[in-house]
């Protein structure tokens, strides 16, 4: 089995996408990346094609999966885990393509889940205060008080629900039916968190500093928020019918 991919979906990240390649790649793991590129007009695709030629050779270390169009964020995570499982990689993480995530902090997800036991390591910008940089406040205060809702509705011991730097174990990833995760957008963050959870899966947050993008723009809208917010309590009344065998039974 191999060992680590970082899956990166990218929509118009031309200004970011070699550097954040490049960034993941000079760490000391030997990471594999996945760019899941959905149909950008700008040629972030071609930008990672032309990588390829300098950092695949006897090891295939860079991948790229080509979607047509806009598809939306949950849906292209979802295609990459599949491909990482088809792959056989032991550890699965995820990040933005924009340096909101440091890909320096990526050794401590992985290291979480491979010699401290944990099922999926979550970056947390809230695990000891915010730990936040470069939003304007009312969005920090936005997405802070959206992680108390969740977790007063859900009941997850998790202080950073709609976290995107993540990394799972393999086994996490096969138990979860990812044919049923229901959320496209931000929310489908908060779907597989609970669905670990529910799962009984061993989860720990690990302290990060999220810095918000100096390139490129934003892809957060009111539309991702109403679902995160309807799409809780929905997806949480449902749980109420549902049975979750635990992955350890």
């Known amino acids: 089995m191999r060992d680590s991919i970082v899956i990166i979906p990218t929509y118009n990240e031309r200004e970011n996408i070699q550097a954040i ?58 295609a990459g885990f599949r491909y990482a499982l088809k792959n056989e990689y032991q550890y699965i993480l995820e990040m933005d393509a924009d340096f909101s995530h440091d890909p320096k902090d990526l050794a401590s997800l992985h290291q979480a889940c491979v010699k401290e036991g944990y099922d999926m390591a979550i970056g947390s910008r809230y695990a000891t205060g915010v730990n936040v940089v470069n939003w304007p ?65 061993k989860l720990k947050e690990v302290p990060i500093i999220f810095t918000d993008r100096t390139r490129g723009q934003s892809k957060m809208s009111a539309g991702i928020f109403k679902e995160a917010f309807f799409g809780v309590l929905q997806m949480t009344i449902q749980s109420w019918f549902k049975k979750y065998i635990p992955a350890n039974s």
């Open 21 to 78: 390649i490049e960034a993941v790649f000079s760490q000391p793991h030997n990471f594999h990346i996945l760019i899941v590129d959905d149909g950008s007009p700008d040629g972030t695709a071609d930008i990672v094609k032309s990588l390829q030629q300098n950092f695949n050779g006897i090891e295939k270390r860079l991948h790229l999966m080509q979607r047509e169009g806009k598809l939306g964020l949950g849906t292209a995570y979802i």
């Open 137 to 201: 406040m009312g969005r920090v205060l936005l997405s802070y008080f959206a992680s108390r809702y969740v977790r007063i509705i859900t009941g997850m011991p998790i202080k950073d629900t709609t976290a995107g730097f993540v990394c799972y174990t393999h086994k996490t990833l096969a138990t979860i039916p990812l044919d049923q995760i229901k959320f496209i957008g931000y929310a489908f963050q908060i779907e597989m968190k609970f669905l670990a959870w529910k799962y009984g899966f």
